[in-house]
């Protein structure tokens, strides 16, 4: 089975300073690799989905934007936070089977 | 396009009740249905899933039974525990663009009593 690492778990930035989320992915190849914020107390915004090295498709427009530089590695970045980007972040890769998603433990994002 | 409609929450029970979570979708097509749940300050785990119609997914307790003709997926556990306490995500899985995507429900907030 897949296990989805996520660091740093925690992350207190100022406003305009900038931000480098990563993701990684074990007990798989070539998987489907996924970006969600997760607002308080509110459901999941999917951000940014891939399907390979170099392949990025962003589902909303904003300030923050993703690369995937290795086959199991996906990386969250901004040049310059707002206060709207604090949230809970959650990466998730795509099992082999039904299409289900695996979810790393997320990082929780305060701007301040 | 896609949506899934939770019951609202939150949701309180005693130890040992019954529990219901409503879940309904709409897809042009024929998606897989998903529950997730979160614990407070975790990722989101799969908890069951179903991939056609009158499916049955289960795991923990939990039941789900993926009905077209209603477009719904409602979760239920014959017994809750106070361990069951967590955030219950209802979600569909469709072709969009190049990659399967998860539409999520809002969530529903259930907490046990002891």
């Known amino acids: 089975s897949q296990t989805i690492h996520q660091w740093p778990a925690t992350l207190v930035q100022p406003v305009g300073s900038p931000l480098s989320l990563e993701c990684t992915v074990e007990?798989?190849?070539?998987?489907?690799l996924y970006w969600y914020r997760q607002a308080a107390g509110r459901g999941l915004q999917l951000l940014f989905y891939?399907?390979?090295?170099?392949?990025i498709s962003s589902e909303v427009p904003q300030n923050l934007s993703a690369s995937r530089p290795q086959d199991r590695q996906f990386i969250l970045s901004s040049k310059k936070l707002l206060l709207s980007d604090s949230g809970f972040y959650l990466c998730?890769?795509?099992?082999?089977?039904?299409?289900?998603?695996?979810f790393g433990p997320g990082t929780r994002l305060t701007v301040t | 396009g896609d949506s899934v409609t939770q019951m609202e929450g939150p949701v309180t029970l005693s130890e040992e009740a019954f529990l219901t979570i409503n879940c309904t979708y709409t897809?042009?097509?024929?998606?897989?249905l998903f529950w997730y749940v979160q614990y407070p300050g975790e990722g989101l785990q799969l908890l069951l899933k179903?991939?056609?119609?009158?499916d049955k997914g289960s795991n923990k307790g939990f039941e789900a039974t993926y009905r077209k003709e209603t477009t719904s997926f409602h979760l239920e556990k014959g017994s809750v525990q106070v361990s069951d306490s967590a955030v219950y995500f209802c979600?569909?899985?469709?072709?969009?663009?190049?990659?399967?995507?998860?539409?999520f429900g809002s969530g529903t907030q259930l907490t046990v009593l002891p």
């Open positions: 998730a890769s795509e099992g082999t089977g039904v299409y289900e998603q695996y």
């Open positions: 007990g798989t190849s070539n998987p489907n």
């Open positions: 891939s399907v390979g090295i170099g392949q």
């Open positions: 897809a042009t097509g024929y998606p897989s």
């Open positions: 179903a991939t056609k119609a009158d």
């Open positions: 979600a569909l899985s469709d072709y969009r663009g190049s990659a399967r995507q998860l539409t």
